[in-house]
Structure formats: C-alpha cells, structure tokens
C-alpha cells in the first residue's frame, strides 16, 4: 500500500508546525506508514523521533514506542500532548492518576503513541495489554541498544524481537549511532535476520566542529575552553564520577553557572539537573556517560570530553548532542596515554568472548586513528561509518594541518622486533629491545641475542610509546586478548613489513611525548603484566558475579598482582602464592592457572591438596616409582597400585620404617612398594 504523502505533508504542517521535511524523512515516513519493516540510520538532530510520530497518526491502531529512558519519553509526550496529539507513557515515573489515564485511554481507543521502556516488556501481562490495545506498529527508538556488546546495551531490548512475532505486526528501529556489525546485529535480533528496508541516511553533522588535543594539564584546558565559551550551554564528559564533581565545582569558582550530574546520585537530584538543563541558558553539565540519550535540548553550543570515550560510536553520539538546531557547535576531546591504557584495561577486564574484546580493541584503534589523524578529522569519522568526504574545512586538522614525516623506517623496526619475538609481548617489553634496555625480562629471553636488540636507540622510551600509538591508531597492530596484550600485526601492516608501503607519522605526537615529564607514580604492575592482571581480574569478577560476593572474597588485588607478576605455572606454584590457601587452590586455582598459561593441567584431587608442600614433590615421586613396580621387578606379576589417599599419607610421613608402611599400605603393598617408597622418603628427609 502506497501512502498519500499529501496526507503527510498536511499533518507535517498542522500538527508538528514544519512547512517541509528534512533530508530523507519523507521517503522513511512513507515506508514506515505504508506497514514496511524499517531500519534507519539518522545522524543525531536529523528529526528521526518524527519519523514514528507522523506514520502513528495516519495508521489505524495504536503505535507503542519502546524507548531507553523516561526522561526521554515524557519530553516526548509531553511535546505531542502540546501538539494536540493523543499520547502518553507507562514507566516507573508515573503517578498513578497518570497511569490511570494512559489505561482508560487505551480501552477508549483514544490513545495514538504509547511510550514504554523497554523492562515492561519483562512482565508476563505486556503482550496481551499491547494486543488488546490494537496495537499495529512497534517503534524502536535508540536501536543500537539491542547490541549486547554495545556501550549503550540494554538486555530487555532482546525481548522486542518476541514482540513483534507474537503481535504479528510491522517494526520501525531508529538509531543514530551502528556501525556495519552493528546494523547486522539489529536485523539479526529485532528482525530475525530478514531484511528491513534500510536508511542510511549519512553521518555527516558539518555545523559541528572537531578537535582534539593531547593532555597537558587538562582541567585548565577544559577551563579554557569553557572560558572562550562563557554563557552557552555545554556538556563536559568526564570519566570517574569524582571528575564530574571536581570539575563542576572549579567551573563555578571561574564563574559559570555549573552543575554535575553521575549515576552515584539520587534519582530527585539527578531529575532536577536534567530539567535544570531544559530549562536553563547557559548552563554547564559536567557528566559521566550516565547523562547521554535523552538529552533533547537543541540549542547545547559546544561538548568536551575531559577524557577519551570508550568508543568511537560512543565519542560519535556523545558530540552528537551539540548543535541539534544546526547552528553552529564546537567539539573539544583531551586524550593521553592514561586515558588509553583505562580504556585497554576496561575491555580487557570485561567477561566478553576473545573475539569480541578484540573487535572492542579494534573499535579503540579506530578512536585512537582519529584523536591521531593526519587530515581532516570529519574526513577520517565518516570513513569508518563508511562513507567519503573531501576536506571539510571545519576541524582543527583543516584550521591548522598537522606537522608529518615519513615513519616507515621506525615503525618497520617495531613490527620487526614484534616478528622476531613471535608476537607474544606488548608495547613495553618490544620498546625494552628497541631501546637496548637490558631488563631480566631480556636477558631471561635472551632478547639481547635478537637482530633488533638497540636499533631504535635514536627515540627514548616515551617517543617510541606515542609510535606505537600512532601504529594503533593506523590499525598496524592490536593487542591479542589470548595472549594478555600481546600485540599482533593486522593485515595492514605486512606492506611496511616487507618494504612494500611507506607511512607517515605526526612529529607534533613525537615531539610532545619527548617533553612530557610523567609524574613519578607507582603502577601496581608493570606495562607488561597488565593485561594479564585485568585478564585475572575478569574470571575473579566471573566467580563473583556467580557468588554473589565482592571480588576481594575470591581473591584480593594483592593476591592477583602476584599471580600476575610470578606467573605460576602448575598447581604447586600456585600454591606458593601469598593468599591461595588450600580451599581457594582446590576451588580456584586450575581457572586462575588456564588464564596464566592455557591450560591449567589436570591433577587428582588428593594431590591438590599437597599442591605447595614437599608432600607433593614426595607424592609425584611415589606415583612415579609405583607404575614402575606396578608389575613387580621383574614385570611379570600382577598388577598391583594404592589408591591416592594411601600414597598421600606416604607422602606426608615424617618419619618412617618398614613397619610404619606395612600399617599404612598392608602386607602385599608394603612387600611390593616397601622397600622402593622408604628410598623416596629418605631422599626427601
């Protein structure tokens, strides 16, 4: 069925005020009318809320739109209640005259929009109340977050797909913010992998400008940027709530009106700095992710991040938020090698697949190639969602195009020193071999044997870390998330390797990195057990979960941090480990030893609990002895052996005699062993 779009245009101009439609909302319009399974892609400020809204009003039945967040929706509903449209919300905010009249609306068939989140869907009675509402149209507002290993994933939006199935009714799902996988991730989980029609309608916000600057005392930056700023309204995104208070507190000592907003405060004071937001001019968030989609309000002039986000779809929706009228908008994002190594960290510690960690480790690269670029940073955004641009002249690369110089040499010395060394090491460790540092790493190694050993003399330590970054940002290498932070060469990197391709670098990177005085503060494990420490750390948070106790129950930091620095590589080692008693070693110890080495081996358990004595070595030697008797001396007898317990109170005899044994082991093991067993224990003794 084809739809009048006079129809709409009609309903565009009296009901929503527009005399037109924006790019590409007419033909979603028409689709999403017409009963058509949609999936669009619209650039955050595009107007794609009126792509639902309007096909709800020229469809018979009701339209339910599952949306993240109530804040979200009740700006929603309140705007087309304004608009004289019949809508309303059912969420865990309503008071209970409000759900009343949502009820009665629906059983009046009054009602055109119902808003909910998407954990209604949970309780038993959602489909049946949706069905005899006459609901005929699903919309999906914020999409992106049916992606389970997305930043923004909500676990109930898994249930829409279910919905749409039992309701037999067509699907709309909007985002701002997927990347391929994550488009083929939507179709796959709300569409049951049947194609939608697909919109793609660009990524491009070009009212938006793009900067990015390395950190160098970063609260003045911020505070400067604020400062060129003053009276319009902008968002900071901070990393750790503590930086949300901090900051907003040294904005409103430099004279703006400022106010923080985290996950961590009460949802009365959380609701009060969202409306203060709306309602206010010139008003300054300074925020974790917490404050993100919802946020409506067109006129925010400028976003910064005072720390790198997690993702380059995160840093893309986040930016997103500015400039929403078109007017023009400003964008600054502090970065520093802290900020990567958390974000490392945080993908490392998750209880993702490899896979998926290493696609994550990928995503950061493409973040890191941006904060790195070389050209137009618009130009570099719009390429990893896929699409081209020429220079747009509105970036900071455009303002004032970066110093470059021809890497090649040094970078193929980096990928060289990884090829020499099997790809089993990170940053730190390849830089050591650069450098012709010779730590006991290397010597234990042998890496000052290696052909690469102290060829990159002509950089410091900090120099080659910024190369590295800069190889991350091109996608050259990425870290193994099998092999804790080993770094591994992409396919893009074998032309450089074999001479084939040449690369630039940026010297204004290298050269700030050179005189950058880092402050003297004490890590809690090298550069090198890092991501071993954070791959501890996940299967420890694994344990918990499932118990539901603190981490420190099943191990504490300390207990971790050595496992990670020794390196255990039996159960006897393990059990050497300052805070892995007998239990947590019978419990634990072969998980925590398969993420050290692989695979942790198989012990019985009665020899487990010897693991770290002497009594185990002295068990281990009379199993030996015990399968070369088992038949006799000669090899002739019958077979004969003792059990695990018997050997295990061999093992632990102090003192011992032939008469001792023969009580342990009775008279035809004791004529059999007897003799061969007191020889173990006194070498032992």
Same mark, same amino acid.
């Given at each position: ?125 959602? %489909? ?16 992106? @977050? ?23 009714? &067509? ?51 911020? $505070?400067?940027?604020? /400062? ?9 995104? @901070? ?88 007017? &023009? %908008? ?31 480790? /990928? ?12 050209? @137009? ?14 220079? @747009? ?50 010597? /234990? ?5 290696? &052909? ?132 947590? $070693? ?52 019958? &077979? ?20 001792? $044994? ?24």
């Amino acid at each position: 069925m084809r739809v009048a779009m006079t129809g709409a245009v009609g309903l565009l101009q009296q009901v929503f005020g527009f005399e037109a439609f924006r790019p590409g909302q007419g033909e979603i319009v028409e689709a999403v009318a017409a009963g058509e399974n949609v999936l669009a892609i619209m650039p955050t400020g595009g107007g794609k809320s009126l792509c639902f809204q309007l096909p709800a009003l020229m469809r018979d039945g009701v339209t339910v739109v599952i949306s993240p967040l109530i804040a979200l929706m009740r700006d929603q509903v309140r705007g087309l209640q304004e608009a004289g449209v019949a809508a309303g919300a059912l969420t865990s905010g309503n008071t209970p005259e409000e759900t009343d009249a949502v009820m009665d609306a629906l059983r009046e068939g009054s009602l055109k929009l119902l808003y909910m989140a998407p954990e209604r869907l949970a309780s038993a009675g959602a %489909a049946g109340l949706l069905r005899r509402a006459g609901v005929s149209l699903i919309a999906v507002d914020e999409a992106h @977050c049916v992606s389970q290993w997305g930043h923004d994933f909500r676990p109930d939006y898994l249930r829409i797909g279910a919905l749409r199935r039992d309701l037999g009714v &067509p699907l709309a799902a909007f985002t701002a913010t997927a990347d391929a996988e994550t488009r083929a991730e939507i179709e796959q989980k709300l569409f049951d992998g049947e194609a939608p029609r697909r919109f793609l309608g660009g990524f491009d916000r070009p009212n938006i400008h793009l900067a990015f600057a390395a950190k160098n005392s970063p609260r003045q930056q911020i $505070l400067s940027f604020a /400062a060129a700023r003053k009276g319009q309204s902008g968002i900071v995104y @901070c990393g750790t709530r503590a930086k949300t208070e901090g900051l907003a507190r040294a904005l409103r000592e430099a004279g703006h009106t400022a106010l923080h907003y985290h996950g961590g405060m009460e949802a009365d004071a959380r609701r009060d700095a969202e409306a203060r937001f709306q309602r206010e001019d010139g008003l300054i968030v300074v925020a974790t992710v917490a404050f993100g989609m919802g946020i409506d309000k067109p006129d925010i002039r400028w976003v910064a991040h005072a720390d790198l986000p997690k993702s380059i779809e995160a840093y893309y929706q986040e930016i997103g938020r500015a400039g929403r009228d078109g007017a &023009p %908008a400003e964008t600054l994002t502090l970065f520093g090698p802290d900020d990567i190594r958390l974000r490392r960290t945080q993908i490392d510690e998750g209880l993702a697949p490899p896979e998926r960690r290493g696609a994550d480790h /990928a995503r950061l690269n493409a973040l890191l190639g941006l904060a790195e670029a070389l050209t @137009c940073r618009r130009a570099t955004l719009l390429g990893y969602f896929g699409e081209t641009k020429e220079a @747009c002249g509105s970036c900071d690369l455009c303002d004032s195009p970066p110093e470059v110089f021809d890497g090649t040499t040094s970078v193929r010395k980096a990928l060289s020193a990884m090829l020499r060394t099997d790809e089993w090491f990170g940053a730190g460790h390849l830089i050591d071999i650069l450098t012709g540092t010779e730590t006991d790493k290397i010597r /234990a190694r042998g890496h000052q044997s290696l &052909p690469t050993y102290g060829v990159g003399k002509e950089h410091d330590k900090r120099v080659w870390q910024a190369i590295f970054r800069q190889m991350m940002g091109h996608d050259l290498v990425r870290p193994d998330p099998e092999r804790h932070g080993a770094l591994r060469m992409t396919d893009a990197a074998l032309p450089i390797l074999r001479a084939e391709a040449t690369i630039d670098l940026r010297r204004d990177t290298l050269r700030q990195a050179a005189a950058t005085r880092r402050p003297a503060v004490r890590e809690m494990v090298s550069e090198e057990d890092a991501p071993l420490l954070s791959a501890l750390k996940a299967r420890r948070r694994g344990f918990a979960e499932a118990a539901r106790v603190p981490a420190y129950v099943i191990f504490n930091d300390r207990t971790l941090i050595e496992m990670a620095q020794t390196r255990p590589g039996n159960l006897d080692q393990m059990a050497q480990i300052s805070g892995v008693g007998a239990k947590k $070693l019978e419990r634990y110890g072969a998980a925590f030893l398969e993420v050290i080495v692989g695979e942790a081996e198989q012990m019985h358990p009665t020899r487990r609990k010897l693991a770290g004595r002497v009594s185990g070595s002295v068990y281990d030697r009379l199993l030996e002895v015990q399968a070369d008797l088992s038949r006799g001396g000669d090899g002739t007898c019958k &077979p004969l052996s003792c059990s695990a317990s018997l050997l295990a109170k061999v093992a632990q005899l102090r003192s011992a005699d032939a008469s001792s $044994l023969e009580r342990i082991l009775g008279a035809r093991r004791a004529e059999r062993f007897g003799p061969a067993f007191l020889d173990v224990l006194r070498e032992a003794g």
